[in-house]
């Protein structure tokens, strides 16, 4: 894998089963660093409607993937199997108690890829708020598929 990859990140939010979900979705450039038996991808995201950005540091294990985001809005997520985490996003509207409860976490990596899809349910304050489907892809600059979609 080459240090510069090419990130995407697709969220999905189930909140009713009759409603249309429409995916969230990230592609942007980042580095890519493998140490100590675990994958690093640092990238910077910038969001509609806020002046400022995040520094943005993804660290995935065969069965634990953490995000990190530091600037206009700040928290470390963890997605780990069958385990409840807490954590506090804060963002600059204010702070938020979010619960992540991932019930599967699937790591596939190949020379060139890397593919992390995980389903968890989010609690916002201590209620339940929706299942979600957190889907990343990460290429490598020398990938055959390198490419912006």
Not at 94 to 113: F, K, N, W, Y
Not at 118 to 124: G, M, P, R, S
Not at 128 to 145: F, H, Q
Request: glycine letters at 6%; aromatic letters at 10%; one cysteine or more.
């Amino acid at each position: 894998m080459t240090e510069q990859v090419l990130v995407s990140i697709k969220g999905l939010q189930f909140i009713d089963a009759d409603e249309n979900v429409e995916p969230i979705e990230l592609i942007t450039v980042g580095n890519y660093y493998h140490r100590n038996g675990h994958t690093f991808i640092k990238f910077e995201e910038s969001f509609e409607g806020v002046e400022g950005s995040a520094q943005n540091m993804i660290k995935i294990t065969p069965n634990v993937l953490e995000v990190w985001k530091k600037g206009v809005v700040d928290v470390h997520m963890v997605f780990e199997k069958e385990k409840k985490n807490i954590s506090y996003y804060t963002t600059p509207f204010g702070t938020m108690q979010m619960g992540i409860a991932a019930t599967s976490l699937e790591v596939r990596e190949d020379p060139d890829h890397i593919n992390v899809l995980v389903d968890y349910a989010l609690e916002i304050n201590e209620e339940y708020m929706a299942d979600c489907t957190l889907a990343v892809n990460i290429k490598s600059k020398e990938a055959k598929d390198f490419a912006l979609d």
